[in-house]
T-cell receptor
Framework: GAVVSQHPSWVICKSGTSVKIECRSL??????MFWYRQFPKQSLMLMAT?????????EQGVEKDKFLINHASLTLSTLTVTSAHPEDSSFYIC?????????????FGNGTRLTVT | KQEVTQIPAALSVPEGENLVLNCSFT??????LQWFRQDPGKGLTSLLL?????REQTSGRLNASLDKSSGRSTLYIAASQPGDSATYLC???????????FGTGTRLQVFP
């Protein structure tokens, strides 16, 4: 089955630093990837849609200058949390679709636990 | 605006019981609905995908039904096992968009 790899699985950083999270589709090409954020015991909130070769589309209320998304190839999207603050601590999950996204199930990475101290 | 709600929010049962998890959505103009499982601190595992034209899907002990007109889906788990303990999320995808809108989740605990 389709596999989405997310790295790192967890990261601890100091306030003011930037953190990059990678999302890779290992055995399929994903023209579109999605980035979600999840607070403890809450559901997933879509942050942005990442399109290969073009700018990401951000959801309302998500700061695009703070959460930089790059989708440089059909198998890799990155999310960079810039100038991280403790309130950015959260669980970040990416997903990607194999084939025609709207007809196929989305597959998710295992998530990245970010802790900003 | 699409809103997805899941009931109950939490459920604790002895193993062997048959379970029904509920998902409701406010906008019936969906393309498909997907059920996921999430273990603590982990990503999501896709369980079942139901297209808007379908009524149900089955995989092993899991059966998901969809009543699009009434905005409801149910996930039926037969003969529950402790390994089924996890959070179950439903998510809907609207027409002409790839976005998934997630429900609030049901935290399930099955004890021996």
């Amino acid at each position: 089955g389709a596999v989405v790899s997310q790295h790192p699985s967890w990261v601890i950083c100091k306030s003011g630093t930037s953190v990059k999270i990678e999302c890779r589709s290992l055995d399929f090409q994903a023209t579109t990837m999605f980035w979600y954020r999840q607070f403890p015991k809450q559901s997933l909130m879509l942050m942005a849609t990442s399109n290969e070769g073009s700018k990401a589309t951000y959801e309302q209320g998500v700061e695009k200058d703070k959460f930089l998304i790059n989708h440089a190839s059909l198998t890799l999207s990155t999310l960079t949390v810039t100038s991280a603050h403790p309130e950015d601590s959260s669980f970040y999950i990416c997903s990607a679709g194999a084939g025609t996204t709207t007809n196929s199930p989305l597959h998710f990475g295992n998530g990245t636990r970010l802790t900003v101290t | 605006k699409q809103e997805v709600t899941q009931i109950p929010a939490a459920l604790s049962v002895p193993e062997g019981e048959n379970l029904v998890l509920n998902c409701s959505f406010t906008d019936s103009a969906i393309y498909n609905l997907q059920w996921f499982r999430q273990d603590p601190g982990k990503g999501l595992t896709s369980l079942l995908l139901i297209q808007s034209s379908q009524r149900e899907q089955t995989s092993g002990r899991l059966n998901a039904s969809l009543d699009k007109s009434s905005g409801r889906s149910t996930l039926y788990i037969a003969a529950s096992q402790p390994g089924d303990s996890a959070t179950y999320l439903c998510a809907v995808r609207r027409h002409n968009t790839d976005k998934l809108i997630f429900g609030t989740g049901t935290r399930l605990q099955v004890f021996p």
